[in-house]
Every structure is written in structure tokens, then in C-alpha cells.
T-cell receptor
Framework: AQSVAQPEDQVNVAEGNPLTVKCTYSVSGNPYLFWYVQYPNRGLQFLLKYITGDNLVKGSYGFEAEFNKSQTSFHLKKPSALVSDSALYFC?????????????FGKGTKLSVKP | GAVVSQHPSRVICKSGTSVKIECRSLDFQATTMFWYRQFPKQSLMLMATSNEGSKATYEQGVEKDKFLINHASLTLSTLTVTSAHPEDSSFYICSGDRDDGYTFGSGTRLTVV
């Protein structure tokens, strides 16, 4: 069965420190992988996606993610966290095609960045 | 960037009544709109896909007679929760499909009392 796992409900990071939000997936075939961020009282915002090509993908707000096929992971990273990065982060995978109608979302990870 | 306007942001309704949620694409034409539901501490789940001028496609387990979707124009899609019950309380979010990205509305928090 197709699935996405975000093993951490919450990640706490001090401002200025690097952050990692974990995501692993299980799909048949080649996955299309996405990260979205949800700020309080606002809709989901697209951060980045991996379709093909370089395993390291750079996205909005200084975030990046590395596709690791052998570990079936797509962890979200940022070298230096900001307090304003505090939000809910969703990993998603499309098991065929790029249409968001086929997206499967993880449960979300709450990122809390303290000053 | 592309904007999808979703209203209302919050609504409280009595059990048995109906609630309509609107999503408008403000600066692009959304041939396709997706409707998601998010229960607390759970992931977003796709409910249905609406296509302008045709019937919506519902995901397995979603009652089409309960969650009425209308996509009468390229800029407006509506979701009506009919005869709402407390178990329908959830966060509903729409998304417009663009060639260059995926744009989500701000969501609607529905509470049925």
C-alpha cells in the first residue's frame, strides 16, 4: 500500500541551529515527493518537490530536501532555523504522475523554533 | 502568485443543518479543484476531485450525497456539507490545480454542535 510516514509529531529546535524534519515513503514505482508548510490560520504552501534529477532539491525560504532512494526517505532540512519557520510541515507523495489529486500526505510534523 | 480564496474560515452549525464552503481562484482558471479533509492529528485526506462543468469524482468512503460539490465555473467550486453531524467536524481545505504549481485555500474549520 502507498504510504507516507512522518515519524515525529513535533520537532523542537533553537534558532540558528540546523533543522531536519523526517519523511519516509512507501510507493510502487518512481515517486514524486513534495513538502508543504501550513502556518496558523493559513492554507498549505508549497515548499519544494522532487520529480527527477539531482537528489538534493532546494525550495522556498531556504529549505532543502534530499531524496534517498535506498532509504526511501525525503527529509526536509534547513541549515539555520528561524523562529518564523515554526509551523506544521507535511510531506506528500504522488504515486503516479504529478497531479496533486494523487497526493498522499503524511500526518504532519509541528516544528517549533525557540529564540 | 496564484491565490485560492476559501470562505468561511470558521463556521459553527447545528446538527442537521447544511453548510456551504466556497473556493475561488482569484487569478487563474481552475479547471480542477481538489477538496481535502483533515481530522485532528491526522493527515490531509482527499475527498473528491471536481472538474468544471462535470460531476465530481469522490474518493472511496466519501458520501457524494452528503458532500455535494459544484464546480459551475472556472473560478468557483463549492462544497456543501448536508445534514451535518458532529462527526463531520473537521478542517476542510480546497486546492486549485495549475500547470506550474499547487495552490491551497486557507481552509475552513467546521464545528457541528
Amino acid at each position: 500500500a502507498q504510504s507516507v510516514a512522518q515519524p515525529e509529531d513535533q520537532v523542537n529546535v533553537a534558532e540558528g541551529n540546523p533543522l531536519t524534519v523526517k519523511c519516509t515513503y512507501s510507493v510502487s514505482g518512481n515517486p514524486y515527493l513534495f513538502w508543504y508548510v501550513q502556518y496558523p490560520n493559513r492554507g498549505l504552501q508549497f515548499l519544494l518537490k522532487y520529480i527527477t534529477g539531482d537528489n538534493l532539491v532546494k525550495g522556498s525560504y531556504g529549505f532543502e530536501a534530499e531524496f534517498n532512494k535506498s532509504q526511501t526517505s525525503f527529509h526536509l532540512k534547513k541549515p539555520s532555523a528561524l523562529v518564523s519557520d515554526s509551523a506544521l510541515y507535511f510531506c506528500a507523495v504522488s504515486y503516479y504522475g504529478g497531479s496533486q489529486g494523487n497526493l498522499i500526505f503524511g500526518k504532519g510534523t509541528k516544528l517549533s523554533v525557540k529564540p | 502568485g496564484a491565490v485560492v480564496s476559501q470562505h468561511p474560515s470558521r463556521v459553527i452549525c447545528k446538527s442537521g443543518t447544511s453548510v456551504k464552503i466556497e473556493c475561488r481562484s482569484l487569478d487563474f482558471q481552475a479547471t480542477t479543484m481538489f477538496w481535502y479533509r483533515q481530522f485532528p492529528k491526522q493527515s490531509l485526506m482527499l475527498m473528491a476531485t471536481s472538474n468544471e462543468g462535470s460531476k465530481a469524482t469522490y474518493e472511496q468512503g466519501v458520501e457524494k450525497d452528503k458532500f455535494l460539490i459544484n464546480h459551475a465555473s472556472l473560478t468557483l467550486s463549492t462544497l456543501t456539507v448536508t445534514s451535518a453531524h458532529p462527526e463531520d467536524s473537521s478542517f476542510y481545505i480546497c486546492s486549485g490545480d495549475r500547470d506550474d504549481g499547487y495552490t491551497f485555500g486557507s481552509g475552513t474549520r467546521l464545528t457541528v454542535v
